[in-house]
């Protein structure tokens, strides 16, 4: 029987991963923006901290320092040095073991060449370039050092090279100087600004092998073999003088003679001119003691290139960021698949706020929250609320009557019952009984509806430093998304009008009081705010009225006739005298006053207590995580009660 075996999905994101929880994100978002915090900012903060399951941008960030802290830490750069003086001294210790047993001179005088030799292990390798080696080992490792010098110059440049040349013959050497030859010929036409696309063509058919990156024409070509010239030439800008002087010297011998140092060299100034914006000067430190060759340091200096390129993608400071800057491929190259998943899924959670359509742009170019994302959050911020208001099943009058709203859910018919029939659903109750549309009165179902009377509502909040510094900041914010979407989606003909009072008083829409950033401002002026209820309540003289007023300090600015505001502390005796006619003036319009007391103040308490008399409303005083139910149960009550 065949066995099948189960296990992660490895080969990229995995398809049956759930989608991004835009839900969740919202909740970050308005929490972020109702503390103060702009939309733009919200969002990159949502991004760095990521979501549960998903890391965020400061994660893979430190990750990112992490590995490149790592490479540092591990590695040397004289690897090539190191083999090179290990093959040299194999070298003469081979030839000292060919030279001992021979008795004549010429073995001596062999001898004394060597002993002479230079210190330097490149002017050694040079001094013995001429020499007639006797042992057939020495003399193979001595050839080894050329080998190795020509392969590390050559992977420097070129991809995968090392191991493709693992034994270089006079034939290779030939392919390597026509293609080097051809390649600069090449570039040099680009760079004189010719049209390379058919010589380009014909290098790719004949020296294709070499570039397994597959370039599609002369600029990707170009920018494959800058990155690695300028990562090898960061190599020796990281190398110490004397060893700079060692390589250099030795890079000579590399080939013999075949002139392929000199095809190198060329490249390298033509890579320069066409691709300037290149690291060409840069360094880095590295103090390890892991060895690592010329093509090894190179790669390494890629590494951290595209370390560095990653960390400022996903740091998203430059102006028009998105995360779908981030190279993914790269990305999963240096930290793995997980990162790759984690930065698709943050790039796709960026994507779906805007293509959602829970976050535009003004037209002041700033990011902002749509209308279908304020109602996101009020629908949260609501179900918050419910969970803390009791006796929820009896919040709304449902007296049934010809004249209620519907509400959408029906019921079986009974006697004296005069709500309109629910036609489809009656008829699919006769065909599911008797299979025919034949009606029996068991079959019948109506329709539910409710009474309800309008209200013109009033909520007005204090917004004054004191609220921000006493963290009622976000309760009142979230209190107000609630009762806004109670009344937009549940009593939609109730007109709601949102009132700000510090220094002055103003009327609001939602987005503009969830965005609302709190500034140092003295002053409540309830009086002004008071005002602005009373004028909206005359606009709805046919409806119920409801003036709720959100506060945690007495008035202390009342609005003069000239519309400039009056601030003092302790309030003067005009403030709380214009602030009790205006209280007057709405209890004359039938309007009794909710005030939600914030705090323990013994002078506010006194003022509202007389708010509540003056206008047969009352005071309650909760705690800032119970405000949002105290304010929406009273609204609720107040409609019962009417």
Not at 329 to 337: I, S, V, Y
Not at 485 to 492: E, G, N
Not at 598 to 616: E, M, N, T
């Amino acid at each position: 029987m065949s066995t099948y075996r189960y296990g992660r999905y490895v080969d990229g994101p995995d398809p049956l991963a759930p989608p991004a929880d835009l839900r969740a994100a919202m909740d970050e978002l308005g929490r972020e923006v109702m503390e103060g915090a702009s939309p733009e900012s919200a969002l990159r903060e949502l991004l760095r901290r990521g979501l549960p399951g998903t890391r965020g941008l400061d994660d893979l960030t430190a990750r990112l320092w992490q590995r490149r802290a790592a490479i540092g830490r591990r590695h040397r750069l004289d690897g090539t040095l190191q083999e090179v003086r290990r093959l040299l001294d194999e070298a003469v210790e081979a030839e000292r073991a060919a030279l001992f047993p021979d008795p004549d001179d010429d073995a001596r005088f062999r001898e004394a060449l060597l002993d002479a030799l230079p210190p330097g292990t490149a002017a050694a390798v040079r001094e013995l370039a001429e020499y007639d080696w006797r042992s057939p080992q020495a003399r193979e490792s001595y050839e080894r050092i050329q080998q190795l010098l020509g392969q590390e110059l050559l992977d420097q440049r070129f991809q995968g090279m090392k191991q493709a040349m693992s034994n270089v013959s006079q034939a290779d050497v030939r392919r390597i100087q026509d293609m080097l030859r051809d390649l600069n010929s090449l570039l040099a036409a680009h760079a004189r600004g010719e049209d390379t696309t058919q010589a380009f063509q014909d290098f790719m058919r004949a020296h294709g092998e070499f570039f397994p990156e597959d370039p599609r024409d002369v600029e990707e070509l170009v920018d494959a073999l800058a990155a690695r010239s300028a990562a090898a030439q960061r190599v020796l800008n990281s190398m110490t003088e004397e060893q700079r002087q060692e390589l250099g010297a030795l890079s000579q011998q590399a080939f013999g003679d075949s002139g392929i140092g000199a095809q190198l060299s060329t490249l390298d100034d033509l890579l320069q001119g066409l691709r300037p914006g290149e690291d060409w000067t840069g360094s880095a430190r590295f103090r390890g003691d892991r060895p690592l060759g010329l093509g090894e340091g190179a790669r390494a200096m890629a590494d951290l290139a595209e370390l560095d390129a990653l960390a400022e993608q996903l740091a998203q400071s430059y102006p028009g960021a998105r995360l779908e800057d981030i190279d993914v491929e790269a990305l999963t190259r240096q930290l793995g698949a997980d990162a790759g998943v984690d930065a698709r899924r943050l790039a796709e959670l960026e994507r779906e706020l805007r293509q959602q359509n829970l976050l535009e742009r003004a037209p002041d170019g700033s990011l902002r929250l749509t209308p279908k994302a304020l109602r996101r959050l009020g629908e949260t911020a609501l179900r918050g609320v419910l969970d803390g208001v009791r006796e929820q099943g009896r919040r709304d009058d449902t007296r049934a009557g010809a004249a209620g709203e519907l509400v959408g859910s029906t019921r079986p018919w009974r006697f004296g019952d005069t709500e309109p029939w629910h036609v489809p659903r009656t008829v699919t109750n006769a065909v599911l009984r008797s299979g025919t549309t034949r009606l029996d009165v068991s079959d019948v179902e109506v329709s539910e509806t409710e009474q309800r009377s309008r209200a013109a509502v009033a909520l007005c909040v204090d917004t004054s430093w004191s609220m921000v510094q006493d963290g009622r900041w976000v309760p009142m914010k979230r209190t107000a998304l609630a009762l806004h979407h109670l009344v937009r989606t549940r009593f939609r003909t109730d007109a709601l009008e949102l009132i700000t009072f510090g220094r002055h008083a103003e009327t609001v829409d939602i987005g503009q009081l969830t965005a609302l950033e709190g500034v140092w401002e003295q002053g409540t002026n309830l009086h002004h705010a008071l005002l602005l209820a009373g004028r909206h309540l005359r606009r709805h003289p046919d409806a119920q009225p409801v003036v709720l007023v959100v506060t945690d300090g007495e008035p202390t600015a009342h609005l003069e006739p000239d519309g400039e505001a009056e601030f003092n502390y302790p309030p003067l005796p005009r403030t709380l005298a214009k602030t009790i006619a205006e209280v007057e003036g709405i209890a004359k319009l039938g309007a009794s006053v909710t005030v939600f007391r914030l705090g323990d103040d013994p002078r506010l308490a006194r003022f509202v207590d007389l708010v509540a008399r003056r206008s047969g409303g009352r005071v309650v005083a909760p705690d800032e995580d119970g405000l949002g139910a105290a304010v929406v149960s009273d609204y609720l009550r107040s409609r019962r009660r009417r």
